[in-house]
């Protein structure tokens, strides 16, 4: 990391300090869904680095029970609404730099241009996961196609179900570690954090 981002990142954990506790609570459920992760996390504040945070974040995220994990999980934007799909990876749109709901698009921008074939069959296999497990489908999309992501759900089909629940809360985690450096980071480089 360069000096430049070493700074921003620093600049933003320095943000995260000084927020007041409800601020603080939005900017963490904006990088997971889970209420009882959050407030975990908050009691963990204030922290002098990144690694800190992250430290404090999986150690919170592993105590969890399972209907902590499935909030997070519904958090997420469910894949089985075929249009929804199409919109989503058809035509996501560049990040904005606003924290929040734009780094799902920003997160899944490998599924551009997916063929309406890989789309479909996104949407079946997305339905024949949450019929066996009971929670829509979650992959750490970042960098990954649309048939890189369906050949990741079709294979973990085959899991058992409480397995495939810690696959799906290990993907969550790393969704959320690299939503904490997307974080900082645009919190290190806003003059105001407070209209964030």
């Known amino acids: 990391m360069d000096m430049r981002a070493e700074d921003q990142m620093q600049d933003g954990i320095a943000k995260l300090n000084a927020m007041p506790v409800a601020d603080l609570r939005t900017k963490l459920l904006q990088i997971c869904g889970s209420v009882s992760w959050v407030e975990s996390v908050i009691k963990t504040f204030p922290h002098?680095?990144?690694?800190?945070?992250?430290?404090?974040?999986?150690?919170?995220?592993w105590s969890l029970s399972r209907p902590d994990y499935l909030e997070a999980f519904a958090a997420h934007p469910r894949i089985?609404?075929?249009?929804?799909?199409?919109?989503?990876?058809a035509t996501v749109p560049k990040a904005s730099g606003k924290a929040g709901p734009v780094w799902e698009a920003?997160?899944?921008?490998?599924?551009?241009?997916a063929d309406e074939k890989t789309l479909q069959s996104l949407v079946k296999h997305n339905k024949l996961y949450e019929e066996r497990f009971g929670h829509i489908f979650l992959v750490c999309a970042t960098?990954?196609?649309?048939?890189?992501?369906?050949a990741i759900l079709q294979d973990r089909m085959?899991?058992?179900?409480?397995y495939e629940l810690t696959v799906a809360a290990g993907e969550q985690n790393k969704i959320t570690a690299?939503?904490?450096?997307?974080l900082l980071t645009f919190l290190g480089t806003r003059e105001d954090s407070s209209r964030l």
């Open 48 to 61: 002098t680095s990144a690694a800190s945070i992250l430290t404090a974040m999986d150690r919170a995220w």
């Open 80 to 89: 089985g609404d075929g249009e929804a799909l199409k919109k989503k990876f």
């Open 106 to 113: 920003d997160e899944q921008k490998g599924a551009e241009g």
């Open 143 to 150: 960098g990954k196609t649309a048939d890189e992501m369906l």
């Open 158 to 162: 085959r899991n058992e179900p409480a």
């Open 178 to 182: 690299l939503r904490l450096h997307k």
